[in-house]
């Protein structure tokens, strides 16, 4: 087989469809959709990166300077600027009221860190992750866009580093696969009692993680709880003359499981 995403794909299901059972489980089954359904992404991808180059075209990020690989999920959705669309009305009412200070838990490549940057010109941000190549892309991203004087790049965040920024008026995003519950302690951080905070739930590696979060936010902020919703957004011309199937893979976030957001704000 050759190197290419198809042929790489190809070689992969093969070997998954043969080692399914006579009887496969709707998981099994479900397991090897997914693996054509990321094929059939990253090839959209591509395409988009070929007629549109690597920057996003929609969005509250639209005009930023992309990647041409993400770090981690789909790239696709973010190209598109339908990423976490969900979150958009949200995040143009924290750059609208006054954010001097972001600090992004879980930074991958740069999405939010730089994006963010760009869309609030005064504030400064912190981008944190564990990962060497997530930080380093993240930093080429913000050199890439202009705003590497205002991107502070970390790696590893502890619940009690929220009081380095007590006082702030701060945005904190976490999307941390599931290390919210460690890395989010009110009780480690009072700090945290005057921040507003998105944090996006993955029951679906640890379970509880929602109803957790809203147990020890409750008491000092107004929750909001955003589901995932389908997309609605003006598809490129090229995206319009693709199969159905194609459109919806394109906005696909890759996600195994609902994994809903928190929006919280201080109380008062």
């Not at 041409?68 to 789909?74: I, R, W």
Request: include cysteine; proline fraction near 7%; charge should be negative.
């Amino acid at each position: 087989m050759g190197n290419s995403i198809t042929s790489q794909y190809a070689e992969l299901a093969k070997r998954r469809a043969n080692a399914l059972p006579a009887e496969p489980t709707p998981d099994e089954l479900n397991e090897l959709l997914r693996l054509l359904g990321r094929w059939r992404s990253r090839v959209l991808a591509n395409t988009y990166l070929v007629r549109e180059g690597a920057r996003i075209r929609g969005g509250p990020f639209a005009g930023m300077e992309y990647v041409n690989a993400a770090t981690e999920g789909a790239l696709i959705p973010r190209l598109l600027g339908t990423y976490e669309s969900e979150l958009h009305p949200y995040l143009k009412a924290f750059a609208d009221q006054g954010v001097d200070t972001v600090i992004d838990v879980g930074c991958a490549e740069g999405y939010y860190a730089v994006g963010l940057a760009r869309m609030m010109p005064e504030a400064v941000v912190h981008a944190f992750d564990i990962d060497e190549a997530a930080r380093t892309a993240c930093a080429e991203l913000a050199a890439k866009n202009g705003v590497a004087e205002r991107v502070r790049i970390g790696g590893a965040f502890a619940p009690q580093d929220f009081q380095a920024f007590a006082g702030r008026r701060a945005l904190v995003i976490v999307d941390a696969e599931g290390a919210e519950l460690d890395i989010l302690k009110p009780d480690l951080a009072p700090a945290l009692a005057g921040m507003n905070v998105v944090v996006e739930t993955h029951d679906v590696y640890r379970p509880g993680a929602l109803q957790e979060m809203a147990r020890r936010f409750g008491p000092t902020h107004e929750l909001i709880l955003v589901r995932q919703q389908p997309k609605v957004f003006e598809l490129p011309g090229w995206l319009q003359e693709l199969p159905h199937l194609d459109q919806l893979l394109a906005v696909w976030e890759w996600r195994a499981a609902p994994t809903p957001w928190l929006v919280m704000r201080p109380k008062g």
